[in-house]
């Protein structure tokens, strides 16, 4: 790091910038956005196993496993949703994005068959809260580029304070 990554020309950051930003309703929007996408992650990857063994009567070492398959099909979701973002638009692919992770989750609690278990969590993997996160902090980053750019890491500091709070 110390030798590789060269930091950006100097920025004077203000407290004015940072509090402009952090009342942007476009921001606010795609905070509560973040809330709610990581609130769904940690109901599959936490909820999921023991309500899989426990009302679906998998083993639990099998549960789990079945929940590993939402992050293996993220890592190819978040490059291309990240690629597509670039070229459909932000807001294009996240309003696609949101509810197909919503129906994925959905199907989750209601399916009875293992392979409807199966298809449901790569659905989530492909649609869900690491396949958008790509979209949502490009998304902010433009924002706070053209609107408060001296306020960028305020900005994604917010949007990981937002998110992270659906943890509690």
């Known amino acids: 790091f110390f030798l590789a990554v060269r930091p950006p020309p100097a920025q004077r950051q203000t407290a004015r910038g940072t509090w402009k930003v952090l009342r942007d309703p476009t921001l606010l929007c795609l905070n509560l956005t973040g809330f709610c996408s990581l609130y769904g992650f940690w109901v599959a990857v936490t909820w999921g196993p023991s309500f899989f063994q426990n009302e679906r009567g998998l083993g639990l ?25 670039d070229r459909l638009g932000r807001k294009r692919l996240a309003l696609m994005l949101l509810p197909l992770a919503a129906a994925a989750i959905f199907f989750l609690a209601i399916t009875q068959s293992v ?18 996160d790509p979209v949502v902090l490009a ?30």
């Open 115 to 132: 392979t409807g278990l199966i298809v449901a969590l790569i659905a989530y993997g492909l649609t869900g809260k690491l396949a958008l």
């Open 61 to 85: 070492g099998t549960a789990g496993l079945y929940t590993a398959l939402i992050a293996l099909a993220a890592l190819p979701a978040g490059l291309l949703t990240g690629r597509l973002s």
């Open 139 to 168: 998304w902010v980053g433009d924002r706070v580029s053209a609107t408060q750019p001296q306020a960028m890491g305020a900005a994604i500091g917010a949007f990981s304070f937002f998110a992270m709070s659906s943890a509690v």
